[in-house]
């Protein structure tokens, strides 16, 4: 199996600044991590992820980095708007049949 | 035109009464999932799937079965509905032979038991 941590839980920046969401896996055979972004009252969508062939992936306003060596990734979202307020998952996968493993989510809150 | 779909979106049984809960996929895939959803917990998985005729026990299945009577369709029951599954229920669907382990979700179902 797979447990995942992520931190924080709830995440406070202002418009225009930039956000950072961190987690942990123990798994080393996990090879693909990606992150879901869920708006209230909708179901969790994907929105960026990363294989373990790769440290960093970038779309639009969204970052990945993974470090393997830590079993540590994170998403980093630059120039915060309102409407990335949301709760975020990350998630890892360690098995070909497709099972991943949710972190608790962070509720990321974008202040204008 | 949605991909996975979940019927009921809400619910709300009596304790001790039997519910079932539907997901249908047009997606093509082999695997289904049901999560749960709470504050504080994330998405936990009770049950999934890899194929028609397949079910298999996720991290919290106590309480639940699973049904998987054709590829496009997985339900979740419960026998004896308790509070404690007052809850938002998600059903996926996913493939590993495509995009590595990427899960697609239904809206979600809301299911208060009173």
């Known amino acids: 199996g797979e447990q995942v941590e992520q931190l924080p839980s709830i995440l406070r920046v202002q418009e225009g600044s930039s956000a950072s969401i961190n987690c942990t896996y123990e798994?080393?055979?996990?090879?693909?991590f990606p992150w879901y972004k869920q708006e209230p009252g909708e179901n969790p969508k994907l929105i960026i992820d990363?294989?373990?062939?790769?440290e960093r992936k970038q779309t639009q306003g969204l970052i990945v980095l993974l470090d393997k060596k830590a079993k540590r990734f994170s998403l980093h979202i630059t120039d915060t708007q309102p409407g990335d307020s949301a709760m975020y998952f990350c998630?890892?996968?360690?098995?070909?049949?497709?099972?991943?493993?949710f972190g608790d989510g962070t509720q990321l809150v974008v202040k204008p | 035109e949605a991909a996975v779909t979940q019927s009921p979106r809400n619910k709300v049984a009596v304790t001790g009464g039997k519910v079932t809960l539907s997901c249908n996929q047009t997606?093509?895939?082999?695997?289904m999932y049901w999560y749960r959803q709470d504050t504080g917990h994330g998405l936990r998985l009770i049950h999934y799937?890899?194929?028609?005729?397949?079910?298999e026990k996720g991290d919290i299945p106590d309480g639940y079965k699973a049904s998987r009577p054709s590829q496009e369709n997985f339900s979740l029951i419960l026998e004896l509905a308790t509070p404690s599954q007052t809850s938002v229920y998600f059903c996926?669907?996913?493939?590993?032979?495509?995009?590595?382990?990427?899960?697609?979700f239904g809206p979600g179902t809301r299911l208060t038991v009173l």
């Open positions: 997606n093509n895939h082999n695997n």
């Open positions: 996926a669907s996913g493939d590993p032979g495509g995009n590595y382990a990427e899960q697609f």
């Open positions: 990363i294989r373990s062939n790769m």
């Open positions: 798994n080393s055979a996990s090879n693909y």
């Open positions: 998630a890892a996968s360690v098995d070909s049949n497709n099972r991943i493993f």
């Open positions: 799937s890899y194929g028609a005729g397949s079910t």
